[in-house]
């Protein structure tokens, strides 16, 4: 069975610098996907990132970038000129490409952006 | 807005009671998963419906069930409720184009509340 870890349950940093969050994910399968959600305060779940695992180029969008480690299993978000809208928890996802599954999340890391 | 409709935002009923939660997804989706977040946690999947019929399971229980409609919206029954079933319950669609996984839209939730 596929699992997905993350292991810093809580991360602070200031307003303007950079922080990594980190996840690792499990599975024997060569072709899947993996995402990073955020969940603010209002509780609603907003895609982040998505990588497909059969590229080896790290996805960016804008001020969020990963860091994805086929090899070692390792997919981590970096969030780099920390804003306060940042705060949120946030969620590593991976899901195979086969029909008949679906998302798996992490336990999510709980950002603190503080000015 | 995600597209992707929850219905009600909120419930509060009491233990051994039977609720209905609703969802609506985007126009065209034809994919239904539904997610369990207890408190601090993360997303548990507990099911999915494919054009009607289901497609996935994850660690639902017994006294949970689910159905697709002809006009796909999707129905989440649980009952015999426990207060450990307070929780929000998400609704999602997957999001795909030219057979590429993009992620999934999630609905705003229904928070369970049983007292």
């Known amino acids: 069975a596929q699992t997905v870890t993350q292991s810093q349950p809580e991360m602070s940093v200031q307003e303007a610098e950079t922080v990594t969050l980190s996840c690792t994910y499990d599975?024997?399968?060569?072709?899947?996907?993996l995402f990073w959600y955020k969940q603010p305060p209002s509780r609603q779940m907003i895609l982040v990132i998505r990588?497909?695992?059969?590229?080896?180029q790290n996805a960016t969008e804008n001020r969020f970038s990963v860091n994805f480690q086929k090899a070692a299993k390792s997919f981590s978000l970096k969030i780099s000129d920390s804003q306060l809208g940042d705060t949120a928890m946030y969620f590593c996802a991976f899901i195979l490409d086969q029909a008949g599954t679906a998302l798996i999340f992490g336990k999510g890391t709980t950002l603190s952006v503080s000015s | 807005d995600s597209g992707v409709t929850q219905t009600p935002k909120h419930l509060i009923t009491a233990t051994g009671q039977r609720v209905t939660l609703r969802c609506s997804p985007r126009?065209?989706?034809?994919?239904v998963y539904w997610y369990q977040q207890s408190l601090d946690q993360g997303l548990q999947f507990l099911i999915q419906y494919y054009n009607g019929e289901e497609r996935a399971k994850g660690n639902i229980l017994e006294r949970f069930s689910a159905q697709q409609f002809p006009d796909l919206h999707s129905e989440l029954n649980l009952s015999s409720l426990e207060l450990g079933d307070s929780a929000l319950y998400f609704c999602?669609?997957?999001?795909?184009?030219?057979?590429?996984?993009?992620?999934?839209?999630f609905g705003s939730g229904t928070r369970l509340t049983v007292v």
């Open positions: 990588q497909e695992a059969y590229k080896q």
């Open positions: 999602a669609s997957s999001v795909t184009e030219d057979g590429l996984l993009y992620g999934y839209t």
């Open positions: 126009s065209g989706d034809l994919s």
């Open positions: 599975t024997s399968e060569n072709n899947y996907y």
